[in-house]
């Protein structure tokens, strides 16, 4: 991500102007309103720190999955269902939904389906033809979709069958649970206007998807386009919108407009004129701004909670967004020096033991993260968490750490750093004098993550291993700790960070085919066994919890990545004239339709 000292700059400036005068008089004021509802006005959103969006099409490939580039793609192409968490349970939200509610046949093998009147901003209606445009490009460009999990959607989907203009039918390979299908499969799918069928920009629309070349050429063509950052404000394909928001503006640089579309027609229409997404460089950047009053819906670092009640004075009111959520780095199984030791369960277990997760969310988070200890959330009780993964098999320990290690023939050298001393305990692939030596590529531009890793550097040193930390912007380490092989010069990453807003926030399922099943899509670190695979096949088909259980225990104990505490998505400021906010803890939507000023 590049970086853009200009907003750096505003930042440092604002502060400097504020510690110099003392006087709060300059500040952009906030809060007051009359609590009556008004129509139209601009909202300025805070992305998170060095997050800036970079994606647009409904399909993200591998390296630009952030969930920021979900949510504000949401407002311009609506999914087939969107659900929803605010509530405290997880229910789906029709409103913002494309399509009515699913009807499964007896033997839950067809689905039917009837979508809602929206129309394309070009005048169209969206009909049948658009999801099965979906589809087929879903055939043909899954292995370069990032949600794509093999015998998973669209492989799951066998037949598909337009009734007329506005229901269809899919025809399913077997009979999975209908709620989990619909939670977590269908709600993938976002109706693609069938407009976009070409294979260049000259050329002419037709039917290109319907033959497995034709829609692999137009999804290479789409993901070209989508890659032109600087043609997002002016490229006619992502004017086609049938959400209740149209771009009005992209900078390379990540910043975000949208205006209200004024052709939208579903149940869910915008109330404000204009949304802007604003990029920080870093947390303190952020804040500065947001005590200048320059953001009306910012986030407060932990690091500045104890000026909270400057805040509120200052008009806005201040809330935890807690996630549905889980935050983990990945190891890199396929890394050509320490694949094979990452590849070792009790390198793994001697690594988790040395991570003091009460002392990182009690000091550095402050309180407002939460522990993690399996591929579960765990910030609440919940009916899929095993007692295996609540009760934490590998705490803080590190003599537990020092003794894994020891027995398994790894030694101290000149500078404290451990080595493979008896490669024939140590593990297959791993020769003698190998260093316990490894990189975290993390994020930049948030003090909590930078002393998260601190901490974890600190506590893996005081067990024979050495962490250096490679911090780049988010965008930097989505893009460069992805899936790789061992021999590509992309595989040079050993364990990547992305967490600092949470790394993965699930849909109403927390099931893992998208994260940790063989070959799926964010499976970054190549993770592959096959007991997990049969308990997630097993989550996916099952009509109770028990499957659920099994995976979050099993996974909890194999650990197929580094269990890390889970901090909020943010604490949230916002101007208390502004209504309408939904933090919703999926974090998949927005849904800045819904805010409207009372000022």
Not at 17 to 41: D, I, N, V
Not at 239 to 250: C, Q, R, S, Y
Not at 502 to 520: H, M, V
Not at 569 to 588: E, R
Request: aromatic share 10%; proline share 8%.
């Amino acid at each position: 991500m590049a970086r853009r000292p200009w907003r750096t700059a505003l930042g440092v400036t604002l502060a400097a102007a504020l510690a110099l005068s003392g006087c709060a008089a300059s500040r952009e004021p906030h809060g007051g309103g009359s609590g009556t509802p008004k129509t139209g006005g601009t909202v300025r959103f805070a992305m998170p720190p060095s997050a800036t969006p970079n994606w647009i099409m409904p399909f993200s490939i591998p390296g630009y999955g952030g969930s920021y580039n979900g949510m504000i793609r949401s407002t311009m192409f609506v999914p087939l269902y969107a659900y929803d968490a605010s509530s405290g349970s997880v229910t789906l939200d029709d409103a913002a939904s494309a399509a009515n509610p699913p009807s499964y046949s007896p033997d839950g093998k067809t689905v039917t389906i009837t979508l809602k009147p929206l129309t394309w901003a070009t005048g169209e209606p969206m009909t049948s033809r658009d999801v099965e445009f979906w589809l087929n490009l879903a055939r043909a460009g899954k292995d370069n979709w990032g949600k794509y999990s093999k015998g998973l959607i669209p492989d799951s989907i066998t037949g598909f069958q337009a009734v007329d203009d506005r229901t269809f039918t899919f025809t399913l390979d077997k009979a999975y649970n209908p709620d989990w299908f619909t939670a977590n499969q269908l709600s993938l799918i976002v109706p693609m206007p069938h407009s976009w069928d070409r294979t260049s920009a000259a050329g002419p629309v037709g039917d290109h998807d319907r033959t497995p070349d034709g829609a692999k050429q137009v999804f290479d063509f789409l993901v070209s386009q989508a890659k032109q950052l600087g043609t997002y404000g002016t490229n006619p394909l992502w004017k086609v919108v049938n959400g209740p928001f149209t771009l009005a503006g992209f900078t390379t640089s990540g910043e975000v407009t949208l205006r209200k579309n004024p052709k939208y027609t579903g149940p869910d229409p915008a109330k404000l004129d204009t949304v802007r997404f604003l990029t920080f460089t870093s947390s303190s950047a952020e804040y500065n701004v947001l005590r200048a009053g320059g953001v009306d819906y910012g986030y407060l670092p932990t690091s500045n909670l104890g000026q909270r009640s400057k805040l509120e004075q200052q008009g806005y009111r201040v809330e935890p967004w807690n996630g549905w959520s889980i935050t983990y780095s990945p190891y890199n199984f396929n890394n050509p020096k320490l694949g094979k030791v990452f590849s070792q369960l009790y390198v793994r277990q001697a690594i988790q033991h040395a991570v003091d997760q009460d002392a990182i969310t009690s000091v550095i988070w402050r309180g407002a993260a939460r522990v993690g200890y399996g591929p579960v959330p765990q910030d609440n009780d919940t009916k899929y968490l095993s007692p295996k993964q609540k009760t934490n098999p590998y705490p803080f320990d590190l003599n537990k750490s020092r003794q894994l290690l020891a027995d398994h023939g790894w030694k101290p050298g000149s500078d404290g750093v451990l080595l493979c001393a008896d490669p024939a305990k140590c593990g297959e692939g791993i020769a003698a004098g190998t260093r316990l030596s490894l990189t975290m590529l993390t994020e930049s531009g948030s003090d909590e993550t930078d002393g998260t890793m601190q901490e974890l550097r600190s506590e893996l040193s005081k067990a024979g291993i050495e962490m250096k930390i490679n911090a780049q912007p988010l965008n930097t380490v989505l893009a460069n700790g992805t899936t790789c092989k061992s021999t590509d010069p992309s595989c040079s990453w050993q364990l990547s960070y992305f967490g600092t807003q949470g790394s993965w926030y699930f849909s109403a399922n927390p099931s893992g085919e998208e994260l940790f099943a063989t070959g799926a899509g964010t499976n970054f670190g190549g993770y592959s066994d096959p007991k997990a695979d049969k308990l997630i096949a097993a989550t996916n088909l099952a009509s109770d919890n028990g499957a659920m259980l099994e995976y979050s225990a099993h996974l909890a104990e194999q650990l197929p990545v580094l269990w890390l505490p889970n901090p909020p998505y943010q604490v949230s400021a916002i101007d208390t004239a502004l209504h309408g906010v939904s933090q919703d803890p999926m974090a998949g939507q927005l849904l800045p339709q819904r805010w409207f000023w009372t000022r």
